[in-house]
């Protein structure tokens, strides 16, 4: 007979549209991270360190990344005869068939998976923060109050509250009322969008709603429950917790990295972070290569200067070029006399020889400023950039370029240059 | 391929790997930074589509047993073929460790009885090569050979008494066979590799056995080279034997050299490797790396120049470390200087520490200390 007493269900369909060109050809949580990570790796890791054998990842935006990363689950011994990891992409049924319209619409579709297992409690993860959380200690928590649902918050300053969704409770954790981005917040503990459920109560309430049109966890599951009584308390958690859902934000991650001792540490033995490894040679460091405070991924070969940065592996920085405050992702090639300033290139890129990104002043962009704005030039994947051009801040490229898509051999500050199109 | 089967022959010891020898056997010997010597060879077996493999194992096996604990890294099935890893046990039989790499296989005899596939590939886990074993089979099968040896040449930095020493007629048949000679009068050296027919070996193990002789090159290769047609076949791509101090450290350090580099870890096809799970190697303030290889989980704060440094090694601030090769796991402390030396795995170094050996004698550091929380 098949039991397990907790399984986890990771929503990772998301496209994460604020992260832009990053996220043209993958979804979110398949974004690398770290010099090495993928965002998914931490809700993995953060599952099988915890003793969750049993993940659903339910896939929808550009799967195919996260499909090769997953595999069958070997990097986090998630390749088991019994549970293990499995991909979940919507399905054609027999009568109806739909994408995903809602988190919880997601999970609703996956219900049989979920019964097969005949678990107690369900945990229901996203795939877009960076932290280290020990579920089991939540699900002791939760079988302690005896609870029908348990979330996990987060303490924020309460003058950033009124960004969140806030839950205001009674002195035993038990939730007594939600806030959805208050004006005025009475409460600093935020919904960080992890879940753990009595499964009953999951089961009952996925299939009272399930009509509801993108019907959505904090939307209308959680009030649901609420409103017939259920028992739902705040699980507080004090570790590092980071959204890397803006680009913003996630540079900030990833430059924090490379502090001394990075609050968040993964050098330490405990709790490690798994991911596939797709590397193995060590890194080459070359006579005229110049390192201070980075950190480097495997196989990359550095012959330039590299200051406060994170660079992935497999990435080739030529003689002259100078790398600054930058995230450089697996594959990059620097060209030789480049100069990178405060830029954020994915995959596979091949930059020119004597570039200049990210220089001059700043200016908002002129199509999505709340999304490339932080100063930041952001590059996406298996772009070419051409030889001798210069990039201001704030600005967006993805594709293939050519000299003639520069004006001047110049991008001001504040453009958008995305070529579309096979490659 | 499933036309041979793989023998991977890792037992192997060697006083001329002086104190490195303590800890593992020569297979298990850490290489380039992320590697170990078995990787080489289990990667050209699985790339060659060799699907069926048996390591064995005898000296010191710790290392390699743990290094070999899934058949996944290097991609083996596990149904169709599979790593199988065999270690001398006593039986009713039997209660001799193995006696020489021909008694090792006649003591797993059934693992070449109950194959089906027609050859057998025979290779030692002490070689940093690639090579398609497809391409010796087939020119093992046009020249209608009974046993095919591969032959490199000798580097001429090397000493010619560690090596078989083969000399051929004008169809490359092996007329001399020399195992170790103090001069040698040829400049080619088996590397260890043998391609022949499974039912042939399965016989002249056996006849061997009867005349209870233990060695495959001795009583097998010599013995035989005027009845069976031994050919070689030459191999003209990077070969290297690590079995001393000194080709191990030149080994290593061949890995600077931008064009062998780029041929192990950037063409076509990769070489694998076990995975640790360790994050990137991460550079502070003061660091000064010049000319190295760094490996993931590495902390630099200090000064490398002309270094390899393997796996999650730590430099402490203000050290200088110098064409040397720092193995896995090992904490430096602070103001250590260390110039041609091996420091030997999983070791502590205190601060203040001046290690120096020289170009043509290289030092190796072993202190043994225990490492409280850092």
Not at chain 1, 113 to 138: A, Q, S
């Amino acid at each position: 007979m098949i039991k397990k007493e907790m399984i986890a269900m990771l929503l990772a369909g998301g496209q994460g549209s604020r992260l832009g060109v990053l996220t043209a050809d993958v979804a979110k949580p398949a974004v690398a991270f770290g010099g090495k990570y993928r965002i998914i790796d931490f809700p993995l890791s953060n599952c099988i360190n915890s003793g969750v054998d049993t993940v659903g990842v339910l896939t929808q935006y550009q799967p195919l990344r996260l499909n090769t990363h997953i595999g069958i689950g070997i990097p986090w011994d998630l390749d088991r005869n019994v549970g293990g990891v499995s991909v979940l992409p919507p399905y054609e049924k027999s009568t109806s068939s739909e994408w995903y319209t809602g988190t919880a619409n997601a999970i609703y579709q996956n219900l049989k998976f979920m019964e097969y297992y005949n678990p107690d409690y369900v945990l229901i993860l996203g795939g877009d923060h960076i932290y280290k959380m020990d579920y089991e200690v939540v699900l002791d928590y939760h079988k302690a109050n005896k609870a029908d649902i348990t979330l996990a918050t987060l303490p924020v300053p309460l003058e950033e509250a009124s960004r969140f969704g806030v839950v205001i409770t009674d002195e035993n954790k038990q939730i007594l009322e939600f806030e959805e981005k208050p004006e005025k917040p009475r409460s600093n503990l935020a919904s960080m969008g992890i879940y753990i459920f009595s499964w009953p109560v999951l089961r009952d309430a996925l299939i009272k709603l399930k009509d509801q049109p993108a019907c959505d966890f904090g939307k209308h599951i959680i009030p649901y429950c609420h409103e017939k009584g259920s028992r739902i308390f705040a699980y507080e958690f004090n570790g590092y917790w980071k959204d890397v859902g803006t680009l913003g934000s996630y540079w900030e991650a990833n430059m924090e990295l490379i502090d001394l001792i990075p609050v968040f540490n993964l050098y330490e033995e405990f709790w490690k972070i798994y991911t596939h490894t797709e590397k193995i040679p060590p890194q080459y460091v070359a006579e005229s290569a110049l390192i201070d405070k980075a950190i480097i991924g495997e196989a990359s070969e550095i012959y330039g200067e590299v200051h406060n940065s994170v660079i992935g592996a497999g990435v080739v920085i030529k003689p002259g070029a100078v790398v600054r405050d930058s995230i450089i992702m697996n594959d990059v090639v620097i060209g030789a006399n480049t100069v990178v300033d405060k830029s954020i290139i994915a995959e596979n890129t091949v930059i020119g020889d004597g570039c200049k990104l990210g220089v001059g002043e700043e200016a908002p962009n002129k199509v999505k400023p709340d999304v490339y704005a932080f100063g930041l030039v952001t590059i996406g994947g298996d772009s070419v950039i051409p030889d001798g051009v210069t990039i201001g801040k704030n600005t967006a490229i993805s594709g293939v370029t050519e000299s003639s898509d520069y004006p001047n051999n110049e991008l001001a500050a504040g453009e958008t240059l995305i070529k579309v199109g096979d490659r | 391929m499933m036309k041979a089967i793989g023998i991977v022959l890792a037992g192997g010891n060697s006083n001329r790997m002086r104190e490195l020898s303590n800890k593992r056997a020569i297979a298990a010997m850490p290489i380039a930074g992320s590697f170990r010597g078995v990787d080489f060879v289990l990667s050209n077996m699985s790339n060659s589509h060799v699907q069926k493999v048996a390591v064995f194992t005898q000296y010191n096996a710790k290392s390699l047993n743990e290094h070999l604990n899934s058949s996944k890294w290097w991609d083996f099935g596990r149904k169709q073929g599979g790593l199988f890893l065999f270690t001398p046990t006593t039986t009713p039989q039997n209660s001799y460790w193995y006696r020489g790499t021909a008694d090792a296989i006649a003591q797993n005899l059934d693992y070449l009885k109950n194959s089906h596939e027609p050859y057998v590939i025979i290779a030692s886990g002490d070689g940093i090569y690639k090579l398609n074993y497809n391409k010796v089979l087939e020119y093992h099968i046009s020249k209608k050979a009974d046993i095919t040896v591969v032959v490199s040449k000798l580097d001429e930095r090397d000493d010619p008494s560690r090596f078989g020493i083969v000399n051929v007629d004008s169809d490359d048949r092996i007329t001399e066979f020399e195992e170790k000679p103090i001069g040698a009068n040829s400049q080619l050296v088996s590397t260890g590799i043998y391609v022949i027919r499974r039912r042939l070996l399965i016989e002249l193990i056996e006849k061997s056995m009867q005349e209870e002789k233990y060695d495959f090159v001795k009583d097998i290769l010599i013995r035989y080279r005027s009845i069976k047609k031994i050919y070689a076949y030459k191999m003209d791509s990077y070969w290297s034997n690590i079995s001393s101090v000194e080709s191990y450290y030149r080994t290593n350090m061949d890995f600077l050299n931008p064009e062998i580099r780029d041929y192990f870890f950037r063409q076509y096809p990769d070489v694998y490797s076990k995975v640790y799970d360790l994050p990137p190697a991460k550079y502070n303030a003061g660091a000064e790396v010049k000319n190295s290889l760094v490996s993931s989980g590495c902390i630099i704060n200090g000064k490398v120049e002309n270094s390899i440094l393997f796996k999650d090694v730590f430099v402490g601030k203000d050290c200088t470390i110098k064409n040397s090769i720092i193995l896995n796991d090992v904490y430096i402390g602070d103001n250590t200087h260390i110039e041609n030396c091996i420091v030997e795995s999983r070791d502590t170094i205190r601060a203040n520490m001046n290690y120096v050996g020289k170009e043509d004698d290289i030092k190796i550091v072993i202190e043994k200390n225990e490492r409280y929380a850092l």
